[in-house]
């Protein structure tokens, strides 16, 4: 399996920050990567697709990049209501599988 | 709008097989596939695996032995069935239609495995 790692675990920073997480796949995974936004309350949303794609109806501070192994997510003006942990995923093979998330906390 | 209710049990003994449901709404099952993902404190998100909109099936290879999806077009409902559950089975379930992503992630169906 694909393993996805998020080295930073949980991040603090200020409203109005540009914030950037990161995800690193085992392998390249040909920019077939996904975010994932979890709220306190365990509602999940579709950020980013494709690396880069937006999904319909985020906000665009969101933005992501990246290529072979290495992915980011940035949020370029942090808002009260972007707390939340943020999960990347990689569909490049099956099993599809996601990273270990990063907890966003607001400084 | 798209709208997912799941229902299932909350609750499921040892060695006893858990089944949910999930009925979407706004979109066809015969335009999306609907994916399996459970969270669970231990391992966090893991892919359990999907029903595409052809009526194919691919799974999580850890799974696949006692995993089955299938689904009703008409009733627009994904049946998803796990079977001989254990303490480690114990995980939040969500059903979530999508293609090359997750698109829309239902509530979750809280499933605790104890006798």
């Known amino acids: 399996d694909i393993q996805m790692t998020q080295t930073t675990s949980s991040l603090s920073a200020s409203l109005g920050d540009r914030v950037t997480i990161s995800c690193s796949a085992s392998?390249?995974?040909?920019?077939?990567l996904n975010w994932y936004q979890q709220k306190p309350d365990g509602t999940v949303k579709l950020l980013i697709y494709y690396t880069s794609s937006l999904h319909s109806g985020v906000p665009s501070r969101f933005s992501g990049s990246g290529s072979g192994t290495d992915y980011s997510l940035t949020i370029s003006n942090l808002e009260p209501e972007d707390i939340a942990t943020y999960y990347c995923q990689q569909y490049s093979k099956l099993p599809w599988t996601f990273g270990g998330g990063t907890k966003l906390e607001i400084k | 709008q798209v709208q997912l209710k799941q229902s299932g049990p909350s609750l499921v003994q040892p060695s006893q097989s858990l089944s949910i449901t999930c009925t979407v709404s706004g979109f066809s099952l015969t335009s999306y596939g609907v994916h399996w993902v459970r969270q669970s404190p231990g391992k966090g998100l893991e892919w359990l695996g999907v029903?595409?909109?052809?009526?194919?099936?691919d799974y999580n290879a850890a799974f696949m032995s006692r995993l089955s999806i299938t689904k009703d077009n008409s009733k627009s409902q994904v049946f998803f069935k796990m079977n001989s559950l254990q303490a480690d089975d114990t995980a939040i379930y969500y059903c979530?239609?999508?293609?090359?992503?997750?698109?829309?992630w239902g509530q979750g169906t809280s499933v605790t495995v104890s006798s």
């Open positions: 979530a239609p999508g293609y090359d992503a997750m698109d829309y």
């Open positions: 392998q390249g995974i040909s920019n077939y």
């Open positions: 029903i595409w909109r052809g009526g194919s099936t």
